[in-house]
């Protein structure tokens, strides 16, 4: 009955996708947005099996006892012992198994997700400040100039891009810690002061989706949101030729100290000896 209940299960979830319409069918996950989404939900979708899987046996190690092994006489008293080594052991090695397991497909599809693409279509450079986003088209054909869009905590920003096509997103902050996170493309990746991380993917459906920051980064923290506007090529370079009609040409402003760490330049040096 127990292994018929597991296979029940595992055979009901293996029907779950991470496109389906029902939320259930896709185990509480957005509808997947990117080409990267097939690794982590690969992982999601064995820890639910797994913990299917060891909810059910727990479930029977706790009812079988109670019910086998009942009292059934008034003066019956069951046997009394100390200590189980077997028992004991397994209590040890099974979640060792069971971390070291995860473990691996946690790495596996990690490094499936950020692995890079050789020649990527586009290239945004995705500046995470204070309290608002910045992105920073680079290298279109569709412009003269890179142009960028920019948002303020009262008017969040909006970013831009072109469906099936292939982005590399270079992150950069000027000041504090923030993570760039797009729930539909099932990947945040820390923005970090100093520093230049980045990361590559396709998006795979066309729609709006809302993005935010995943790093508590300060008082501010919740206005830190974004659109995610994934159109058609189209769309996406009659956006970029009208932000470069509305004069959003060139970095916005930030991005250039956004590559300095803060304290770290000669001009700051040379402020602190003075004081």
Same mark, same amino acid.
Request: charged share 20%; net charge negative.
């Given at each position: ?21 029902? $939320?259930?069918?896709? %185990?509480? &996950? /957005?509808?997947?947005? #990117?080409? =990267? ?117 009262? $008017?969040?920003?909006? %970013?831009? &891009? /072109?469906?099936?096509? #292939?982005? =590399? ?107």
């Amino acid at each position: 009955m127990k292994w018929a209940v597991i296979a029940l299960g595992m055979a009901v979830l293996a029907g779950c996708s991470p496109r389906d319409e029902s $939320d259930l069918k896709r %185990l509480a &996950l /957005p509808i997947a947005g #990117s080409d =990267r989404s097939d690794a982590m939900w690969n992982v999601w979708l064995g820890a639910w099996i797994a913990a299917g899987v060891i909810a059910a046996i727990v479930l029977f190690l706790i009812l079988y006892p109670a019910v086998a092994h009942r009292r059934r006489h008034p003066d019956e008293v069951p046997p009394q012992v100390r200590y189980n080594l077997p028992i004991e052991a397994l209590y040890t090695i099974a979640p060792v198994i069971i971390v070291a397991v995860f473990f691996y497909h946690t790495i596996t599809a990690q490094n499936e997700m950020i692995k890079d693409v050789e020649n990527p279509d586009h290239t945004v450079t995705v500046v995470g400040s204070k309290w608002q986003w910045s992105f920073n088209y680079q290298d279109e054909q569709a412009v003269s100039e890179d142009v960028f869009d920019l948002g303020t905590p009262e $008017d969040p920003a909006e %970013l831009w &891009l /072109p469906v099936d096509e #292939s982005v =590399r997103f270079e992150l950069l902050s000027p000041d504090v810690i923030h993570s760039f996170w797009v729930p539909e493309f099932y990947f945040k990746m820390d923005v970090v002061p100093g520093r230049e991380n980045s990361f590559d993917l396709t998006p795979t459906r066309e729609g709006t989706f809302t993005g935010r920051c995943a790093e508590l980064c300060g008082v501010y923290h919740t206005r830190m949101i974004f659109k995610v506007n994934v159109v058609s090529r189209a769309e996406y370079d009659a956006h970029l030729q009208e932000l470069e009609q509305a004069g959003a040409v060139g970095a916005p402003e930030g991005q250039k100290y956004a590559s300095e760490l803060a304290g770290s330049s000669d001009d700051d040096a040379q402020d602190g000896a003075g004081n």
